[in-house]
């Protein structure tokens, strides 16, 4: 297939962004994680070793900003402030909801790095461990960082995840054999909200399995009531900043 017309299929438009920014973050993951288990004494790496997330991330954000603007021609973002205004409403009710499990671990007092049981399974952890910039001494990289992590995490993560969920996947499990593009952005259905809202679940680590329902459930309602993708797109980015701003303030890194 040519270039023009891979620009020119939609369907690539809504599905390749999401997929080639996953692929890269799992594989370079994985790729990292063999040669740092296999090679290196991890406390005396460069941070480019012990921390690769801090370099990844800023690819996978290229790479999927690159692609978002290959195809931006495809995509249906209407401005209408107040489903924008509904979407961000929804965005900050369910990252509360997110976030709540490890602010209880903290109300609670609790202790324990790991408290198994329903406590676990909930989420309630203490979520410590994960991306923190403050490994740089640096001024200038902390920013750095922190511009990427919440570039990925507001604008390009939201795009891509909204674009392929609900965008596309929504419409194709409507109707698999033909035309899915004819079927109306935000149109119900118990098939469509059951896989799109597990495969969402089953995407994150089960400590954020509760979490992703409730989310995937507020988000399909989203698209619903609002019959915006647009509206999806500034849920999720509201919901990105917001725990952003609540991991770097409350040392939560573990969260995103």
Not at 156 to 169: I, Q, T
């Amino acid at each position: 297939m040519s270039l023009p017309r891979i620009r020119q299929d939609r369907t690539l438009a809504y599905v390749v962004p999401l997929v080639a920014f996953m692929l890269i973050g799992g594989g370079l993951s994985l790729l990292t994680g063999f040669f740092d288990g296999f090679f290196y004494e991890h406390e005396n790496n460069p941070w480019w070793q012990s921390y690769p997330e801090h370099w990844i991330y800023p690819l996978q954000t290229l790479l999927g900003g690159g692609l978002l603007l290959f195809w931006w021609r495809h995509y249906e973002l209407k401005w209408e402030p107040r489903k924008l205004l509904l979407g961000g409403l929804l965005g900050a009710i369910g990252i509360g909801i997110w976030i709540l499990p490890t602010q209880l671990y903290e109300w609670w007092g609790m202790t324990e790095e790991e408290p198994g049981g329903w406590k676990q399974r909930l989420g309630i952890l203490p979520r410590r461990d994960g991306f923190d910039p403050g490994i740089f001494e640096s001024p200038a990289a902390w920013w750095a960082a922190t511009v990427f992590r919440f570039l990925r995490a507001v604008v390009v993560v939201s795009l891509v995840e909204e674009l392929l969920w609900r965008g596309f996947l929504m419409r194709f499990i409507l109707n698999p054999d033909g035309d899915y593009w004819k079927v109306p952005f935000g149109t119900f259905s118990w098939k469509s909200y059951l896989v799109v809202t597990a495969l969402v679940v089953f995407i994150h680590s089960p400590a954020d399995w509760a979490a992703a329902f409730v989310w995937g459930t507020l988000m399909y309602c989203c698209a619903i009531w609002t019959r915006s993708l647009l509206a999806c797109v500034v849920m999720h980015g509201v919901a990105n900043f917001l725990m952003g701003w609540y991991a770097l303030s409350f040392g939560k890194y573990g969260l995103w």
